[in-house]
């Protein structure tokens, strides 16, 4: 008896019970999740996406796949980087706390209130949390001093596609490698994404330019970018959209700038509306599939038929996410949305502000007492 005989037999149902004796174990690799977030692209790149299309020369800008690449490394490199400025205030945090408990004697250590209040631990937290807050607004982007530089970043193949979203298999695998070498050229009037590259066995060393990692006038993108319908049009509205000012009362867009933009023009459209409609219901399908409460839409500016408005509306039935916007349930209008939005945010830095300025003044009233 072979050995599929032998589980055909021990599948069968028992005879007292009616449910199978055996049944052989399905060992499937779970498939890996692509990583979802949002990638941080220059304003000016979103006004104006780098993506060639069909008829264009390589030089132009970025075929879809090279650009979902591109995004992958942009959120690796911001992410090294927000860890190494991490690591760098923790020093200093480590720093401040060692120092405040060599300076206190043990009966400002063990000190405790009438309530159980240790004045000494309070203290030396106090030390290490304005050290660590310091150091980090010091070090962050934006900042006069220690603005940051290059930090090169280790990352596999295999992780490289799976932040792109991109699906691993040997025609990607392919096509990676000559992806990231396109990046180390210029991209139009553009400088290169990648300032240094080593390729390795597995391993992937590279440095993302500094242009690219902007401190300012930046839109944050949902990642990852719609690669599966639409090529290189539905990718530049998707980056059009997300970095059009949508806010009620903002300015119009031309109809023929937003045909530029997305390569139409240039291509010889004989249907441009058709083809945006249909960019825009691939974009929204998109949208629904990563969990965003918003739908896009595109109208005509009142009083001019030249020019258009985009209108992103408060999707009802919106796939469920961990952290939605506040008010996306409540059938809430997108300025409505954005306005809780921003209270939500106004309430945390007031938050955080009021804990650092009262470990401010824990550290202070410990200097003063080591003064006296």
């Known amino acids: 008896m072979t050995k599929a005989d032998r589980r055909a037999e021990a599948a069968r149902p028992s005879p007292r019970r009616g449910v199978p004796r055996y049944v052989p174990k399905q060992r499937a690799k779970p498939a890996q999740k692509?990583?979802?977030?949002?990638?941080?692209?220059?304003?000016?790149?979103?006004?104006?996406?780098p993506l060639r299309h069909r008829d264009d020369a390589p030089e132009v800008g970025?075929?879809?796949?090279?650009?979902?690449?591109?995004?992958?490394?942009?959120?690796?490199?911001?992410?090294?980087?927000?860890?190494?400025?991490?690591?760098?205030?923790?020093?200093?945090?480590?720093?401040?706390?060692?120092?405040?408990?060599?300076?206190?004697?043990p009966e400002q250590m063990y000190r405790v209130t009438n309530n159980g209040f240790e004045v000494g631990s309070d203290l030396i937290s106090g030390a290490g949390s304005a050290a660590y807050h310091d150091r980090r607004r010091a070090g962050r982007p934006g900042a006069k001093i220690d603005p940051?530089?290059?930090?090169?970043?280790?990352?596999?193949?295999?992780?490289?596609l799976r932040r792109a979203g991109l699906v691993y298999s040997a025609r990607s695998a392919a096509m990676l490698v000559p992806a990231l070498q396109r990046l180390t050229r210029d991209i139009g009037k553009r400088s290169p994404i990648l300032t240094t590259l080593r390729l390795e066995n597995r391993a992937v060393f590279l440095t993302v330019g500094d242009a690219w990692l902007p401190r300012g006038q930046f839109g944050k993108v949902p990642w990852p970018l719609p690669t599966r319908?639409?090529?290189?049009?539905?990718?530049?509205?998707?980056?059009?959209?997300?970095?059009?000012?949508?806010?009620?009362?903002?300015?119009?867009?031309?109809?023929?700038?937003?045909?530029?933009?997305?390569?139409?023009?240039a291509r010889g459209a004989a249907d441009v509306n058709h083809k945006i409609d249909a960019a825009l219901d691939c974009v929204n399908r998109h949208a629904r599939a990563l969990g965003l409460a918003v739908i896009f839409r595109i109208a005509p500016a009142p009083g001019?038929?030249?020019?258009?408005?985009?209108?992103?509306a408060a999707a009802r039935t919106a796939a469920p996410v961990e952290k939605a916007h506040p008010g996306a349930s409540d059938g809430l209008t997108a300025d409505e949305i954005e306005e809780r939005h921003e209270a939500?945010?106004?309430?945390?830095?007031?938050?955080?502000?009021?804990?650092?300025?009262?470990?401010?003044?824990?550290?202070?009233?410990?200097?003063a007492r080591l003064r006296a």
């Open 62 to 105: 970025l075929t879809v796949f090279e650009l979902a690449v591109a995004g992958a490394l942009i959120m690796t490199a911001r992410q090294a980087t927000a860890e190494d400025l991490h690591a760098v205030a923790w020093s200093a945090g480590r720093d401040a706390i060692k120092t405040a408990r060599a300076a206190l004697t």
């Open 344 to 367: 939500v945010q106004r309430e945390r830095e007031t938050q955080r502000a009021f804990e650092h300025d009262g470990a401010r003044r824990r550290a202070a009233g410990l200097l």
């Open 34 to 49: 692509p990583l979802s977030g949002f990638v941080i692209f220059p304003r000016a790149v979103l006004r104006n996406p």
């Open 148 to 160: 940051g530089a290059d930090i090169e970043v280790e990352i596999s193949r295999r992780e490289i």
């Open 229 to 265: 319908r639409g090529g290189a049009t539905v990718a530049a509205l998707w980056l059009v959209l997300h970095g059009a000012d949508v806010r009620r009362g903002g300015p119009a867009m031309r109809m023929d700038a937003l045909v530029e933009r997305l390569g139409l023009s």
């Open 304 to 312: 001019d038929d030249t020019r258009i408005r985009i209108i992103a």
